[in-house]
């Protein structure tokens, strides 16, 4: 199951923890983590290019990866990182037994 697990400072949401495999089929053909792989990284190449926000980012095994705001979030960043939550709630509540979401304040 993949784990995406929300990250905040004072109660703001400044980015994610995304780790885990969906298994909803075999690697490589497995559309739930190639949506959720998507969708993380447009968030962080949009922020990037779209916004000023200093991000962190770490990638360890497996494609696990955490990326978050170091600055406080500009505007563009929060609605970044909100459209991130949406798409990754969308994909949760279509694959129950695929991905979780924490929430982690």
Known sequence: MTQITELYRDNELIGFRVGGHANYSIPGRDIVCA????????TINSIGELSDAEMEIQEGLNGNIQYCVVSKPD?????LLKAAL????????????????????
């Open 86 to 105: 949406i798409g990754y709630k969308n994909i949760a509540e279509q694959y129950p037994e695929n991905v979780s979401i924490v929430e982690r304040r």
């Open 75 to 79: 505007i563009i960043t929060h609605t």
């Open 35 to 42: 949506a959720i792989s998507a969708l993380t990284i447009n």
